[in-house]
């Protein structure tokens, strides 16, 4: 199937700072990309998704940029607090016989310290 | 409230045997999904299904299966489970599409020996 490249495994950084998390994707088709963080023995939860048709969305301190022409896009999280501490997830969207689906990375393990 | 619940939470089975997990929701969503998580490989999709009496494979099919009789359940059965099954299974649900958002149950463990 189509791959979807999450970069990197794990990030550690100091409480305060930015974290960065970069994805590629290959199916041209592919129109919605969604971050999904995922605390120690819990389920993924969505925290901010993106369509094609858009460059960059914020959510106070998270935002995405998408580039379809390189086809990569990435999650920025700024000033990072330690319950920021999680499995982060990206995913795009790709066709299917029957519609879509989503296709995941393989996740960044995020650490911030205090 | 809506939602999407799993069962059984945790489960040990022994290989060979069947083993169904369920999933069921209640925000009346046609799509359905279930993944398979594994340390070094996120969420893998094993089958999913757009509504009532459809269903179609995923990345990891095999050794699966899944039917749709109704829009709130989607049970996955292994036929005849594996070690290299004992995993983290996750169901998920949207509304419309795969391009739409989709809402993860708590999970199952299970653990084949």
């Known amino acids: 199937g189509e791959n979807v490249e999450q970069h990197p495994s794990t990030l550690s950084v100091q409480e305060g700072d930015s974290a960065v998390i970069k994805c590629t994707y290959s199916?041209?088709?592919?129109?919605?990309f969604p971050w999904y963080k995922q605390e120690l023995g819990k389920r993924p939860q969505l925290i901010i998704d993106?369509?094609?048709?858009?460059g960059e969305k914020k959510d106070q301190r998270i935002a995405v940029t998408l580039n379809k022409t390189a086809k990569h896009f990435s999650l920025h999280i700024t000033e990072t607090q330690p319950e920021d501490s999680a499995v982060y997830f990206c995913a795009a969207s790709l066709m299917t016989n029957s519609g879509y689906a989503l296709n995941f990375g393989k996740g960044t393990s995020l650490l911030v310290t205090p | 409230d809506a939602e999407i619940t799993q069962s059984p939470r945790h489960k040990i089975t022994e290989t060979g045997r069947q083993v169904t997990l369920a999933c069921h929701q209640t925000w009346n969503h046609n799509n359905m999904f279930w993944y398979r998580q594994d340390l070094g490989h996120g969420l893998r999709l094993i089958h999913y299904s757009y509504g009532v009496q459809d269903t179609n494979k995923g990345e990891v099919s095999d050794g699966y299966s899944v039917s749709r009789s109704n829009t709130e359940d989607l049970p996955l059965t292994l036929e005849s489970a594996a070690s290299s099954q004992t995993s983290v299974y996750f169901c998920a649900s949207s509304l419309t599409s795969g391009s739409d958002t989709q809402y993860f149950g708590p999970g199952t463990r299970l653990t084949v020996l």
């Open positions: 199916d041209s088709a592919s129109n919605y």
């Open positions: 993106i369509r094609s048709n858009v």
